[in-house]
């Protein structure tokens, strides 16, 4: 048998050849959209901490008098003795802003989204996916054990015709979409999801990682405390009786350790100051708008806007161009992304310069990217 070294420098080769490799790179976070990488001052575009809760000071000093008050880590797993109190006011407060019964926070949206899928659904049952879900959702239907079907990106045809074809054979089924698309930008039709979803006697879950306002439609709404509010942790919101048999059911969330008490102080505080500042939530798009108008690029939905250049080398030199320009935009590959499909990929922040919104805008469009 190779020595385990060996066969990882082989797996190693295969993605080098491929440009597939991924390599960790400490990246500082000086204030605001600043970051400081290998001794280099950049603005990022790459962060998805779209409002600025991240560096907030007012959500600084509440992860620290959480942290004075409950101690650094939760110590057990939140059904043992890991539920300190900051969960109750951050759980009310996320179905309040969800408009929904009750809410469950989860170690992160990867944990949420294994967790709530797996416990739901079972053998016997269909799970159908937008074919551009987040990785978290897939591995979820896997787990679960349910038949995973994939329909065409942002496609109620598809999904429909899935369900004609598949529905009567399964027990259960959920259908499973991203509100707002990680790597794509753009949103999930949740409405004619909805009522397909009743139509068919099918649930929908709908992951709102990147949504910065609540999108009405889904059954489950699930979503993460580590972009938008800036801190760390997934949820989902739902009715009484499903959230509380998740408590019991979901393995994510049973045999894991409870959130540190800073990082739920942290979510709390930012929750309340997003649900205080209606306008906030506007003002990621406004920015993205002014990237994709400047650019000549279509009219972004979200703060995320794709600069799709195709196979992965071309990605990671369009990177690299921009960071000598001063600009922290990640190159985006496969498996993250279909293939030939590699691209640039811009978060746009509340806090970002209309300057060097302009400057990196100028360059795209100088170079032609995108088109
Ligand atoms: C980031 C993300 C997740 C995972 O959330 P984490 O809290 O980072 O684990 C789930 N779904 C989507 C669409 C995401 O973008």
Not at 173 to 188: K, N, P, Q, R
Not at 303 to 318: Q, S, W, Y
């Amino acid at each position: 048998m190779p020595a385990l070294a060996e066969v990882a420098r082989e797996k190693l080769h295969a993605l080098d050849v491929n440009a597939q490799r991924r390599v960790l790179q400490a990246t500082r976070a000086m204030g605001g959209v600043r970051v400081e990488r290998g001794g280099q001052s950049l603005i990022s575009f790459s962060s998805n901490d779209y409002l600025g809760m991240a560096m907030d000071a007012r959500v600084i000093e509440a992860a620290r008098e959480a942290a004075a008050r409950y101690g650094a880590g939760a110590g057990a797993s939140r059904l043992v003795t890991g539920n300190h109190p900051l969960y109750a006011s951050l759980e009310a407060r996320l179905a309040a802003w969800k408009g929904t019964e009750a809410a469950l926070v989860f170690g992160s949206g990867y944990l949420a989204n294994l967790g709530i899928i797996s416990a739901l659904m079972g053998r016997g049952d269909l799970v159908l996916a937008d074919r551009l879900v987040h990785a978290c959702l897939i591995d979820g239907a896997r787990v679960s054990g349910a038949k995973l079907a994939r329909f065409a990106h942002n496609d109620v045809d598809d999904c429909r015709r899935l369900l004609a074809a598949q529905r009567s054979a399964h027990r259960h089924c959920l259908i499973v979409t991203d509100e707002i698309f990680s790597m794509h930008g753009d949103a999930a039709p949740m409405e004619a999801l909805s009522v397909l979803a009743r139509e068919y006697d099918a649930w929908l879950l709908g992951d709102g990682a990147h949504s910065l306002k609540p999108v009405p439609g889904a059954d489950l709404k699930m979503g993460t405390l580590s972009k938008a509010l800036g801190s760390y942790g997934g949820y989902v919101c739902g009715e009484r009786d499903v959230i509380d048999y998740l408590t019991s059911a979901a393995r994510s969330f049973i045999f894991t350790t409870g959130l540190p008490p800073a990082v739920i102080g942290a979510a709390d505080k930012a929750l309340e100051i997003v649900m205080s500042e209606p306008g906030l939530a506007d003002a990621p798009v406004v920015k993205a708008r002014l990237f994709t108008d400047l650019a000549g690029l279509p009219q972004a939905v979200s703060p995320i806007v794709p600069v799709v250049l195709g196979d992965e080398a071309r990605a990671l030199a369009a990177s690299r161009q921009l960071v000598d320009a001063g600009y922290l935009v990640s190159a985006i590959r496969p498996p993250t992304v279909p293939e030939g499909t590699s691209r640039l990929r811009f978060a746009f922040s509340a806090l970002h310069a209309d300057e060097d919104i302009e400057a990196v805008a100028g360059i795209v469009r100088r170079e032609g990217w995108g088109l």
